[in-house]
């Protein structure tokens, strides 16, 4: 093992970084929970942890914490309670739909179905979609981009899938072309890339879908934390997001949108609360979002959710979007000044100053990507994503089968954490490796890792449990 020590990175000089940009974005835009812990380096010492995985899971925003801690005393069993508790928690769980149908611009009469999350959302409205004598009364359509949250639902119904052109343009046209074919029911597609970052026209494709007699459903667990969508304005049919992305605890989420093919579709989870009447040998379901709930529901989840919306739709628009530009463009240009190393981007005419998110993908030549995120997180305190971000076929196309790496932001970023990131890709380039590192469990470790925990925590490896995801 090389005994190379790595120190913690100074401060940012503001020299160094843009006077605008920093103004925008060298402190927080929301304060997060958790934005100020330590994480220890390979070599000895601790530095700020630097998140650069906002788009895996986002630190809860403070004020959302604040609210849980308020909250928590009155948790009780939602529903049919009478109890002073329940009722409390009934009303804030019951309140917490019609502030997250405001939130993205909801019609009055459009359902709001709590989740287990986004994968749930889109899986629950895959068993609602319209049937005549059990036969689907269309297929539903879906690009090769799709998280994979919103590509498998579909593979379990009638579905046809098209290849996204490498322009928005150009996708536009293809899947007017496949409309046009007829037999579309649904057209299923991504508000923002979780891969790269870049937005797709959703209005434009509202109106395609609709032209044709689609209709179309919107996954946003990556677009609902960086924009306001409002489905009202766009024409969005269903929109589905998840808290846990959206600055708030626990894993809720949320599917928004019209009535009809809910209320007549198969109940997501047959119990208790999702009916009207149970009998012995059969059933007389609920209407509404009960019938999708059955269970008792994660209150607290939903309650945060719900106050996190609250946060974020109160943020200035234009300081928002800033913010994020800021660090974006400079973490794209540092990445790009770099010898050996890859921007990756779906589309040629993506307007990286409007059409693009606080993501960006990358590769550096000649290191597998897992070897640079484990390298990142020992040696320079950075987390950030590697792999194939659960949308393998648009890895492939992007001639990237094994991976990729993922930086991603968000209120709670500052410009240090692209800078700690930069400075870290530099030094690899320049100087390889400071420490030895190798492959367990089929993930990259640094070898003789005596670092530790917290003594609440467990110390077993961090990738315990995970899939393989090995095959191509």
């Known amino acids: 093992m090389t005994t190379a020590t790595v120190s913690p990175q100074p401060a940012i000089a503001e020299g160094r970084i843009a006077g605008d940009r920093h103004a925008v974005a060298g402190r927080p835009l929301a304060a997060v929970t958790g934005a100020e812990i330590q994480a220890p380096l390979i070599s000895g010492g601790h530095i700020r942890y630097a998140n650069l995985d906002y788009g895996a899971s986002a630190p809860a925003l403070s004020v959302v914490s604040a609210y849980l801690n308020e909250i928590l005393p ?70 090769d981009i799709e998280h994979h949250a919103n590509l498998l639902p579909w593979q379990g119904v009638p579905h046809r899938s098209i290849v996204a052109a490498d322009t928005v343009a150009g996708t ?36 395609l879908a609709h032209q044709h007699g689609a209709r179309i459903v919107v996954d946003a667990a990556q677009l ?25 605890p626990f894993g809720a989420g949320v599917l928004v949108g019209r009535p009809d ?35 008792s529901p994660n209150v607290l989840g939903a309650a945060t959710l719900a106050r996190a919306t609250q946060v974020i739709a109160e943020l200035d628009q234009d300081r928002w979007h800033a913010h994020e530009s800021a660090i974006r463009s400079f973490l794209v240009e540092g990445l790009q000044d770099i010898d050996g190393v890859t921007v990756h981007q779906i589309f040629k005419d993506t307007n990286p100053e409007t059409d693009t998110i606080g993501v960006v993908n990358f590769s550096v030549e000649g290191y597998d990507a897992g070897l640079v995120a ?36 968000g209120v709670g970023s500052r410009l240090e954490d692209a800078e700690r990131l930069l400075t870290g890709i530099r030094t690899l380039r320049s100087n390889g490796l400071g420490w030895d590192y190798v492959v ?25 449990g995970a899939a393989p995801c090995l095959d191509d």
């Open 440 to 464: 367990d469990a089929g993930r990259w470790v640094p070898a003789n890792d005596f670092r530790t925990y917290p003594h609440w925590a467990p110390n077993t490896p961090g990738t315990a």
């Open 172 to 207: 536009l046209d293809a899947v007017r072309t496949e409309l046009e074919q007829g037999g579309v029911s649904l057209l299923a597609v991504t508000g923002a890339s979780n891969v790269t970052g870049e937005i797709l026209p959703i209005r434009a494709l509202a109106a």
């Open 224 to 248: 609902a934390p960086h924009r306001r969508v409002d489905i009202s304005a766009d024409g969005v049919d269903y929109l589905a997001f998840s808290g846990h992305k959206l600055y708030a």
């Open 261 to 295: 093919w809910l209320d007549t579709g198969v109940p997501h989870l047959a119990g208790g609360g999702a009916v009207k009447e149970a009998r012995l040998d059969g059933v007389s379901w609920a209407t509404g979002p009960a019938r999708h709930e059955g269970g």
């Open 374 to 409: 484990a390298y990142l997180s020992a040696e320079h305190g950075v987390g950030l994503r590697d792999g194939r971000f659960c949308a393998h076929p648009l890895l492939k196309r992007l001639g990237l089968p094994s991976g990729s790496l993922r930086a991603s932001f």
């Open 74 to 143: 009155y948790y009780a069993s939602v529903h049919r309670g009478a109890g002073y508790a329940s009722q409390i928690s009934t009303s804030v769980y019951e309140n917490a739909r019609s502030i997250v149908r405001d939130f993205v611009g909801g019609r009055p009469d459009d359902s709001v179905i709590f989740t287990r999350n986004t994968t749930d959302s889109l899986n629950l409205l895959a068993g609602c979609l319209p049937a005549t004598n059990g036969r689907h009364d269309g297929e539903v359509l879906y690009l």
